[in-house]
T-cell receptor, first 114, second 115 residues
């Protein structure tokens, strides 16, 4: 299996700009997760998809954040009107589901908002 | 609410020493799952182990071993004969068995193995 891939790996943007990140899960994994990790902290859950359905959203996911997973394959995470506080590593994970649910993570997208 | 506490922020050991990373968790669920992940400097989280709440057997994998004790809500991780390549941030995580699959992570323990 190829692992979870994320694009871009790094993004620098100016405050107020919109950014979009992409995640390609491990093939045949029907669950996909987004997490955010700030410096010195553990990852924090943002949202989760089962196939194309977004089933859970954290209160961390403000109105400026939107995630999609069309056709249940890759997913995109968009942040509108970025703020400096959005600077973080955005991690994507996927899992097969079932009794041995284990999430496998991608390399992350590091966002810096100037 | 679920919570994971990793009280050790940073640990330094000399190569070949054994080291134990502590993890204490809180949950109201009777069924839950515990995980350890490794995050090397490259940033990618690498899955190490998953443990179900109903399985308290300890596990050994090479130089790695895990001690799960429900009575103390702990899931500690020991590296035997540490190596420089073990230097990383290690995260303990918890997920509910009640339909929510999100992982709740601790703040991580940064392990530095000095040659």
């Amino acid at each position: 299996d190829t692992g979870v891939s994320q694009d871009p790996r790094h993004k620098i943007t100016k405050r107020g700009q919109n950014v979009t990140f992409r995640c390609d899960p491990i093939s045949e994994h029907n669950r996909l997760y987004w997490y955010r990790q700030t410096l010195g902290q553990g990852p924090e859950f943002l949202t989760y998809f089962q196939n194309e359905a977004q089933l859970e959203k954290s209160r961390l996911l403000s109105d400026r954040f939107s995630a999609e997973r069309p056709k249940g394959s890759f997913s995109t995470l968009e942040i509108q009107r970025t703020e400096q506080g959005d600077s973080a590593m955005y991690l994507c994970a996927s899992s097969r589901g079932g009794a041995q649910e284990t999430q496998y993570f991608g390399p992350g997208t590091r966002l810096l908002v100037l | 609410a679920q919570k994971v506490t990793q009280a050790q922020t940073e640990i330094s050991v000399v190569e070949k020493e054994d080291v134990t990373l502590d993890c204490v968790y809180e949950t109201r669920d009777t069924t839950y799952y515990l995980f350890w992940y490794k995050q090397p400097p490259s940033g990618e989280l690498v899955f190490l182990i998953r443990r179900n709440s109903f399985d308290e057997q300890n596990e050994i994998s090479g130089r790695y071993s895990w001690n799960f004790q429900k009575s103390t809500s702990s899931f500690n991780f020991t590296i035997t004969a540490s190596q420089v390549v073990d230097s990383a941030v290690y995260f303990c995580a918890l997920s509910s068995g009640a339909g929510s699959y999100q992982l709740t992570f601790g703040k991580g323990t940064k392990l530095s193995v000095i040659p």
